[in-house]
C-alpha cells in the first residue's frame, strides 16, 4: 500500500539530512540509495526511530508513495539527475511530481521542466542553501520548474524551510523553467564574493597588520554584531580562534589552494552572456583559480620576491584605525557584489521571461543558506522601495552607505597596492563603483579604435541611439562598414 508523502533519492549527508527534516515535520518520506548498504545503515543509524521507509528498488520506491507521487533527487548534478529520471519515468503516472533539489545548472533544469512536461510529468528545479546542518535544521528552498507542481508541494517545502523571524519561510515559487536554479547560481557567486571580500580582510590583518589570529577572531565576531552580520563573518570568527592539539590556528595548516565545483563560474558565464557585469565574484572565482596555482606561486615568490620592493612600491597605510578601514572596504565591497548579483536577476529575468520578486528572493536567502544576513532586510526595503530598482546603488539606504565606507575603502585598496597585497574583489568593486557613477568613460576611444581598424561604426553624441557613423581615420578608408551588431 503506498504510504509516503514523498520519497528521496540519495542519501549523502544533504539528503539524509532533508529526509529527517521532513519526518520531523510529520511527513512519512521514503528513500532509495542505489547502494543498498548505505539505506540500511541509515535506517539503522540516524534514521532509526522515525517513520522513514527504506527500499531496495526503485520499483519498490515508486509503489510506497501516494499519488501524485512526489520524488525529490539528491543525487550529483548532471548526468546522474537525467540517468535517475530515466529509471523514473516508465514507472510514473501523469500529473506526478519530479524535483531535483541537487545543484544543477540552471539550462538542464529548464530543459527538464520541458521534456517531462512533454510525458505529462511535472518537474521542480530547486536550489537548496545552507549545507547539512541547513538541511537539518532549516534551509533556503529556491524552487523553480513547472508552476503547476508548486501547490503540490508548497507545504512540504516550507515546512522544512528556515524562517524568518516572523515565522516567513525561506522558500517560494520563484518562477519557471530554470528560474529557482538560476537563483541558486547567483547565490552560490555571491557566496564566492561574500568568501572572498572576507578572505582579503583576513590577508589584510594578518599579512599587512600582523594582527594575531585571536585577534582577528575577535574582530571578526565583533564585525558579526554590527552591520556585517551574517552566518560567514561568524563562522570565519570561529575558524580564526580554532586551534589544533598543539594549540596552533588550525587555518594556518591548510594549504592555501581554494577548490570550487563550479557554481560560481557559471555565475560569471551567464553574466557574461547577458552582458551584465559581475565583476567581484569573476575575482573571486579568479582569486581561487590563482590560489590553485601553488607551485606556480611557489617559484614565484622565489624569483620575483613577495610584495611590494622596499625601495619605491611605497608603504602604505596601514597605520591607526586601518582595521576599521577594512570593515568599511568590507561592507562597500559586498554592496557591489549584490547590487550586481540583482542587476545579473534582472537581466536574466528578461532573457529568460521570468517574473522576478527581488525583495522576496532576499528574504528568500535571510535565513537558512550560506549568504544569510542582516544586510538582506535592507535589500528588500530597496526593492519596497522602487519594485523595478535597476541598481541597489541606486537606493538611498545603499548610496548612504556607500558614501560613509568610500574614505575608508580607497585608503585599504590604496594601501593594499603600495604593499604588494592582493585585494582583487575590494579593488574590482572600487572600480565598478567608480565606472558606474562616470558620466563619462573613455569608451569613446575604444569606439573609435574599433572604427579606425575595422570600420565597426560608432553612436555620436548628442544623437539618438542606434544612429551609426564611420569616419575615414586614414583618408583611404573609404565609406564601407561593417555591421554594427551587438554580441
Ligand atoms: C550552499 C552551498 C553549496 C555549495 C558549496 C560548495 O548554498 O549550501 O552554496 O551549495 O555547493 O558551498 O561550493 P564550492 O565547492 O563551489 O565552493
Same mark, same amino acid.
Given at each position: 500500500?503506498?504510504?509516503?508523502?514523498?520519497?528521496?533519492?540519495?542519501?549523502?549527508?544533504?539528503?539524509?539530512?532533508?529526509?529527517?527534516?521532513?519526518?520531523?515535520?510529520?511527513?512519512?518520506?521514503?528513500?532509495?540509495?542505489?547502494?543498498?548498504?548505505?539505506?540500511?545503515?541509515?535506517?539503522?543509524?540516524?534514521?532509526?526511530?522515525?517513520?522513514?521507509?527504506?527500499?531496495?528498488?526503485?520499483?519498490?520506491?515508486?509503489?510506497?508513495?501516494?499519488?501524485?507521487?512526489?520524488?525529490?533527487?539528491?543525487?550529483?548534478?548532471?548526468?546522474?539527475?537525467?540517468?535517475?529520471?530515466?529509471?523514473?519515468?516508465?514507472?510514473?503516472?501523469?500529473?506526478?511530481?519530479?524535483?531535483?533539489?541537487?545543484?544543477?545548472?540552471?539550462?538542464?533544469?529548464?530543459?527538464?521542466?520541458?521534456?517531462?512536461?512533454?510525458?505529462? =510529468?511535472?518537474?521542480?528545479?530547486?536550489?537548496?542553501?545552507?549545507?547539512?546542518?541547513?538541511?537539518?535544521?532549516?534551509?533556503?528552498?529556491?524552487?523553480?520548474?513547472?508552476?503547476?507542481?508548486?501547490?503540490?508541494?508548497?507545504?512540504?517545502?516550507?515546512?522544512?524551510?528556515?524562517?524568518?523571524?516572523?515565522?516567513?519561510?525561506?522558500?517560494?515559487?520563484?518562477?519557471?523553467?530554470?528560474?529557482?536554479?538560476?537563483?541558486?547560481?547567483?547565490?552560490?557567486?555571491?557566496?564566492?564574493?561574500?568568501?572572498?571580500?572576507?578572505?582579503?580582510?583576513?590577508?589584510?590583518?594578518?599579512?599587512?597588520?600582523?594582527?594575531?589570529?585571536?585577534?582577528?577572531?575577535?574582530?571578526?565576531?565583533?564585525?558579526?554584531?554590527?552591520?556585517?552580520?551574517?552566518? =560567514?563573518?561568524?563562522?570565519?570568527?570561529?575558524?580564526?580562534?580554532?586551534?589544533?592539539?598543539?594549540?596552533?590556528?588550525?587555518?594556518?595548516?591548510?594549504?592555501?589552494?581554494?577548490?570550487?565545483?563550479?557554481?560560481?563560474?557559471?555565475?560569471?558565464?551567464?553574466?557574461?552572456?547577458?552582458?551584465?557585469?559581475?565583476?567581484?565574484?569573476?575575482?573571486?572565482?579568479?582569486?581561487?583559480?590563482?590560489?590553485?596555482?601553488?607551485?606556480?606561486?611557489?617559484?614565484?615568490?622565489?624569483?620575483?620576491?613577495?610584495?611590494?620592493?622596499?625601495?619605491?612600491?611605497?608603504?602604505?597605510?596601514?597605520?591607526?584605525?586601518?582595521?576599521?578601514?577594512?570593515?568599511?572596504?568590507?561592507?562597500?565591497?559586498?554592496?557591489?557584489?549584490?547590487?550586481?548579483?540583482?542587476?545579473?536577476?534582472?537581466?536574466?529575468?528578461?532573457?529568460?521571461?521570468?517574473?522576478?520578486?527581488?525583495?522576496?528572493?532576499?528574504?528568500?536567502?535571510?535565513?537558512?543558506?550560506?549568504?544569510?544576513? /542582516?544586510?538582506?532586510?535592507?535589500?528588500?526595503?530597496?526593492?519596497?522601495?522602487?519594485?523595478?530598482?535597476?541598481?541597489?546603488?541606486?537606493?538611498?539606504?545603499?548610496?548612504?552607505?556607500?558614501?560613509?565606507?568610500?574614505?575608508?575603502?580607497?585608503?585599504?585598496?590604496?594601501?593594499?597596492?603600495?604593499?604588494?597585497?592582493?585585494?582583487?574583489?575590494?579593488?574590482?568593486?572600487?572600480?565598478?563603483?567608480? /565606472?558606474?557613477?562616470?558620466?563619462? =568613460?573613455?569608451?569613446?576611444?575604444?569606439?573609435?579604435?574599433?572604427?579606425?581598424?575595422? /570600420?565597426?561604426?560608432?553612436?555620436?553624441?548628442?544623437?539618438?541611439?542606434?544612429?551609426?557613423?564611420?569616419?575615414?581615420?586614414?583618408?583611404?578608408?573609404?565609406?564601407?562598414?561593417?555591421?554594427?551588431?551587438?554580441?
Amino acid at each position: 500500500m503506498p504510504s509516503a508523502d514523498i520519497g528521496l533519492i540519495g542519501l549523502a549527508v544533504m539528503g539524509q539530512n532533508l529526509v529527517l527534516n521532513m519526518d520531523d515535520h510529520g511527513y512519512t518520506v521514503a528513500v532509495f540509495n542505489r547502494t543498498t548498504a548505505r539505506t540500511t545503515e541509515f535506517l539503522s543509524g540516524p534514521a532509526s526511530g522515525t517513520k522513514v521507509i527504506g527500499t531496495r528498488s526503485v520499483e519498490e520506491f515508486v509503489a510506497k508513495l501516494r499519488p501524485p507521487r512526489k520524488v525529490m533527487l539528491m543525487v550529483k548534478a548532471g548526468r546522474a539527475v537525467d540517468a535517475v529520471i530515466e529509471q523514473l519515468v516508465p514507472l510514473l503516472d501523469e500529473g506526478d511530481i519530479v524535483i531535483d533539489g541537487g545543484n544543477s545548472h540552471f539550462e538542464d533544469s529548464a530543459r527538464r521542466t520541458s521534456e517531462l512536461g512533454e510525458l505529462g =510529468l511535472l518537474f521542480i528545479g530547486t536550489g537548496i542553501s545552507g549545507g547539512e546542518e541547513g538541511a537539518r535544521h532549516g534551509p533556503s528552498i529556491m524552487p523553480g520548474g513547472e508552476p503547476a507542481a508548486w501547490p503540490e508541494v508548497q507545504g512540504i517545502l516550507q515546512a522544512i524551510a528556515a524562517k524568518v523571524a516572523d515565522g516567513t519561510p525561506c522558500c517560494d515559487w520563484v518562477g519557471a523553467g530554470g528560474a529557482g536554479h538560476y537563483t541558486k547560481m547567483v547565490h552560490n557567486g555571491i557566496e564566492y564574493g561574500d568568501m572572498q571580500v572576507i578572505a582579503e580582510a583576513y590577508h589584510l590583518m594578518s599579512g599587512g597588520l600582523g594582527m594575531t589570529h585571536p585577534e582577528m577572531a575577535s574582530v571578526f565576531r565583533r564585525w558579526g554584531e554590527g552591520l556585517l552580520d551574517s552566518y =560567514l563573518i561568524d563562522i570565519t570568527a570561529d575558524i580564526l580562534g580554532h586551534v589544533d592539539e598543539q594549540g596552533e590556528p588550525t587555518v594556518c595548516s591548510i594549504l592555501d589552494a581554494a577548490g570550487q565545483k563550479g557554481t560560481g563560474k557559471w555565475t560569471v558565464i551567464s553574466s557574461l552572456h547577458l552582458g551584465y557585469p559581475m565583476t567581484l565574484v569573476a575575482e573571486a572565482v579568479y582569486a581561487r583559480v590563482v590560489s590553485a596555482l601553488v607551485d606556480q606561486r611557489l617559484e614565484a615568490a622565489g624569483v620575483l620576491g613577495q610584495g611590494a620592493p622596499t625601495d619605491g612600491g611605497g608603504a602604505g597605510r596601514f597605520g591607526d584605525g586601518f582595521v576599521d578601514d577594512i570593515h568599511d572596504a568590507l561592507y562597500a565591497s559586498k554592496i557591489v557584489s549584490y547590487a550586481q548579483g540583482f542587476m545579473l536577476l534582472e537581466a536574466a529575468a528578461t532573457e529568460y521571461g521570468w517574473d522576478l520578486d527581488y525583495g522576496r528572493i532576499a528574504q528568500l536567502w535571510r535565513e537558512g543558506c550560506i549568504i544569510r544576513a /542582516a544586510f538582506l532586510d535592507d535589500i528588500t526595503a530597496a526593492f519596497e522601495r522602487r519594485a523595478d530598482l535597476p541598481s541597489l546603488l541606486l537606493d538611498r539606504f545603499f548610496t548612504d552607505a556607500l558614501r560613509k565606507a568610500e574614505p575608508g575603502w580607497r585608503r585599504v585598496v590604496a594601501a593594499a597596492v603600495g604593499r604588494g597585497i592582493p585585494v582583487p574583489a575590494y579593488s574590482s568593486a572600487l572600480a565598478f563603483y567608480d /565606472a558606474y557613477r562616470s558620466e563619462r =568613460l573613455p569608451a569613446n576611444l575604444v569606439q573609435a579604435q574599433r572604427d579606425y581598424f575595422g /570600420a565597426h561604426t560608432y553612436e555620436r553624441v548628442g544623437r539618438p541611439r542606434g544612429e551609426f557613423f564611420h569616419t575615414d581615420w586614414t583618408g583611404t578608408g573609404g565609406s564601407a562598414t561593417s555591421g554594427s551588431y551587438q554580441a
